[in-house]
């Protein structure tokens, strides 16, 4: 059975930090990984990704302020949010995919964390 179980998040004042871990069971995290946001209304997006062989990739709203790292042997998952701002105000997933380079398509992710709110004020 794959099981997601995410932890950190909560709410902040802009400028600040948070750490968002995501443990995996049935998923190694040796896979291919990542960190989506939904918004309010707005459809899931990828945030940060880290294939297979350790490769991040950013989306362009959060490069140089968040890093997305993994520990194979933990199987955890990982998202440190730096200089955070109130467009960041979220629901966070963390996601594990069975392909070597699954991007930022949410269909090439088959397995999901519940979610984590995170809230930032200005």
């Known amino acids: 059975q794959v099981q997601l179980v995410q932890s950190g998040g909560g709410s902040v004042q802009a400028g600040g930090s948070l750490k968002l871990s995501c443990v995996t069971s049935g998923h190694p995290a040796s896979r291919s990984m990542g960190w989506f946001l939904q918004a309010h209304g707005i459809e899931r997006e990828g945030v940060a990704s880290i294939n297979a062989y350790g490769v991040a990739r950013y989306a362009d709203s959060v490069k140089g302020r968040f890093t997305i790292s993994k520990d194979n042997a933990k199987n955890t998952l990982w998202l440190q949010m730096d200089a955070v701002k109130p467009e960041d105000t979220a629901v966070y997933y963390c996601?594990?995919?069975?392909?070597?380079?699954?991007?930022?398509?949410?269909?090439?992710?088959?397995?999901w964390g519940q979610g984590t709110q995170v809230t930032v004020s200005s």
């Open positions: 996601a594990g995919a069975p392909y070597v380079a699954p991007g930022f398509i949410p269909a090439n992710f088959n397995a």
